[in-house]
């Protein structure tokens, strides 16, 4: 007599059970992977945020020059101004050094910066001449922030709220950053002036 060869309909069915049973778990597992992807890409960016905004005001304070500036109706204004943060739209007024000249126009190398609070963005704004110019459009550097503390560092390695010196072109040692936002929480940074002695 001849043995048949092949799979009965409950080997048939086993086999089937067994296949749908892993194929769902590999939809499961791949749906989980692309959710953690959205995730982990949406706390990349508001992480990303919050390094931009470090690395802007590091380069701005770093680059810092003890230069006094004009403002549009001539009136003097300090090399650095500070504010706390906490209840003025202006944060942080300064010129800084080294502004590259890329389209090979007449200007200087410096350049007057200022970060202002605008409802629960912080801004950069430019300014194309250091003397007298209107500014150039505001640059959003953090957006959803809630609260924001600036402090100054004097020579006397003392902490001040803010920074209105005496000297108009006294620039503070260090300058801390607490920054809350709704994305990344409460984060603290602390930049060196460069141009402090």
Do not use: C
Request: hydrophobic share 45%.
């Amino acid at each position: 007599m001849k043995q048949a060869n092949g799979f009965t309909l409950v080997e048939l069915l086993v086999a089937l059970t067994i296949f749908a049973l892993l194929a769902a778990a590999g939809v499961g597992l791949l749906s989980f992977s692309v959710r953690a992807q959205e995730v982990a890409g949406e706390r990349l960016k508001t992480l990303s945020q919050t390094r931009r905004a470090g690395a802007l005001l590091t380069g701005d304070l770093a680059q810092a020059a003890s230069r006094v500036s004009r403002d549009e109706a001539g009136a003097a204004r300090p090399a650095l101004l500070g504010g706390s943060g906490q209840s003025e739209a202006l944060v942080l007024a300064l010129v800084r050094r080294g502004w590259e000249n890329l389209d090979d126009t007449g200007r200087p190398s410096l350049q007057k910066v200022e970060y202002r609070l605008v409802g629960d963005r912080l801004e950069r704004i430019a300014y194309p001449r250091v003397d007298g110019a209107p500014p150039l459009p505001a640059v959003p550097v953090a957006t959803g922030v809630r609260s924001l503390r600036l402090r100054y560092r004097d020579g006397e390695g003392q902490w001040r709220d803010r920074w209105d010196p005496t000297q108009p072109s006294l620039l503070p040692l260090a300058v801390e950053m607490v920054i809350d936002t709704q994305a990344s929480g409460r984060v603290r940074q602390l930049f060196l002036v460069g141009a402090a002695p």
